[in-house]
C-alpha cells in the first residue's frame, strides 16, 4: 500500500535561518506532488507541485522553494525564513490522471 | 479557471443535530468533486468523492450528491456527534487529474455535547 511520510512534525526556527522539509512517498511510482501551506485558521494555499523529477511549478513566489531530486522525494526549502513564513506545511501525492490526493501529516513550523 | 466556494463558518451544532455544509463549484469541463476533512492538529482525510454528475460519496455517516445542474455538492449528516468537530474541504479535480485539487476555503464545524 501507499504511505506517504513528511517530518519532522514540529519545527522552531529563529528569522533568518535556512529551513528543509522533507517528504517521501512510498508503494507508488511517477507521483504528482505538492506543497500546501496552511496559515492558523486560514484555508489551503499551494505553494508546489510537481509532476516528475526536476520538474517543480511554483505557485506563489516567494522565498521558499522546492525540489524534487528522486522520483517520490519532495523537498521544500528556504534559504532565510521569515516570520511570515510560520504555519502548517503539508505534503501530498496524486497518482496521474487520479482522483484525489493524500496528504502527510504535516509540519507546524514557527518562525521566532 | 476553475473554483470553489463553500459556506463560511464556523458552525456550532448541537449533537444528533443534522449537518449541512454548502459547496457549490465552477469548472470548464467535468470534474470530480471531493470533501476532505482536518482533525486539530492533523493533515487533510479524504472523506468521499463523486466523479461524475448524480454520483452520491457517503462514508462515515456523510453524504454528498455530484449535482451537475445546480453545480453542487453539499455535505451532509444527519446526526452529528462530538468527534465529527473538524474542519471541511470541498474541492475539485479537473478531468484529466494532472493539475492539483482546487480547494475552498474550509468550514470549521463544532459539535458540542
Request: aromatic share 10%.
Given at each position: 500500500?501507499?504511505?506517504?511520510?513528511?517530518?519532522?512534525?514540529?519545527?522552531?526556527?529563529?528569522?533568518?535561518?535556512?529551513?528543509?522539509?522533507?517528504?517521501?512517498?512510498?508503494?507508488?511510482?511517477?507521483?504528482?506532488?505538492y506543497w500546501y501551506r496552511q496559515a492558523a485558521g486560514r484555508?489551503?494555499?499551494?505553494?508546489?507541485?510537481?509532476?516528475?523529477?526536476?520538474?517543480?511549478?511554483?505557485?506563489?513566489?516567494?522565498?521558499?522553494?522546492?525540489?524534487?531530486?528522486?522520483?517520490?522525494?519532495?523537498?521544500?526549502?528556504?534559504?532565510?525564513?521569515?516570520?511570515?513564513?510560520?504555519?502548517?506545511?503539508?505534503?501530498?501525492?496524486?497518482?496521474?490522471?487520479?482522483?484525489?490526493?493524500?496528504?502527510?501529516?504535516?509540519?507546524?513550523?514557527?518562525?521566532? | 479557471?476553475?473554483?470553489?466556494?463553500?459556506?463560511?463558518?464556523?458552525?456550532?451544532?448541537?449533537?444528533?443535530?443534522?449537518?449541512?455544509?454548502?459547496?457549490?463549484?465552477?469548472?470548464?469541463?467535468?470534474?470530480?468533486?471531493?470533501?476532505?476533512?482536518?482533525?486539530?492538529?492533523?493533515?487533510?482525510?479524504?472523506?468521499?468523492?463523486?466523479?461524475?454528475?448524480?454520483?452520491?460519496?457517503?462514508?462515515?455517516?456523510?453524504?454528498?450528491?455530484?449535482?451537475?445542474?445546480?453545480?453542487?455538492?453539499?455535505?451532509?449528516?444527519?446526526?452529528?456527534?462530538?468527534?465529527?468537530?473538524?474542519?471541511?474541504?470541498?474541492?475539485?479535480?479537473?478531468?484529466?487529474?494532472?493539475?492539483?485539487?482546487?480547494?475552498?476555503?474550509?468550514?470549521?464545524?463544532?459539535?458540542?455535547?
Amino acid at each position: 500500500s501507499q504511505t506517504i511520510h513528511q517530518w519532522p512534525a514540529t519545527l522552531v526556527q529563529p528569522v533568518g535561518s535556512p529551513l528543509s522539509l522533507e517528504c517521501t512517498v512510498e508503494g507508488t511510482s511517477n507521483p504528482n506532488l505538492y506543497w500546501y501551506r496552511q496559515a492558523a485558521g486560514r484555508g489551503l494555499q499551494l505553494l508546489f507541485y510537481s509532476v516528475g523529477i526536476g520538474q517543480i511549478s511554483s505557485e506563489v513566489p516567494q522565498n521558499l522553494s522546492a525540489s524534487r531530486p528522486q522520483d517520490r522525494q519532495f523537498i521544500l526549502s528556504s534559504k532565510k525564513l521569515l516570520l511570515s513564513d510560520s504555519g502548517f506545511y503539508l505534503c501530498a501525492w496524486s497518482v496521474k490522471g487520479g482522483q484525489g490526493s493524500t496528504f502527510g501529516s504535516g509540519t507546524r513550523l514557527t518562525v521566532v | 479557471g476553475d473554483s470553489v466556494t463553500q459556506m463560511e463558518g464556523p458552525v456550532t451544532l448541537s449533537e444528533e443535530a443534522f449537518l449541512t455544509i454548502n459547496c457549490t463549484y465552477t469548472a470548464t469541463g467535468y470534474p470530480s468533486l471531493f470533501w476532505y476533512v482536518q482533525y486539530p492538529g492533523e493533515g487533510l482525510q479524504l472523506l468521499l468523492k463523486a466523479t461524475k454528475a448524480d454520483d452520491k460519496g457517503s462514508n462515515k455517516g456523510f453524504e454528498a450528491t455530484y449535482r451537475k445542474e445546480t453545480t453542487s455538492f453539499h455535505l451532509e449528516k444527519g446526526s452529528v456527534q462530538v468527534s465529527d468537530s473538524a474542519v471541511y474541504f470541498c474541492a475539485l479535480s479537473e478531468s484529466t487529474g494532472n493539475t492539483p485539487l482546487v480547494f475552498g476555503k474550509g468550514t470549521r464545524l463544532s459539535v458540542i455535547a
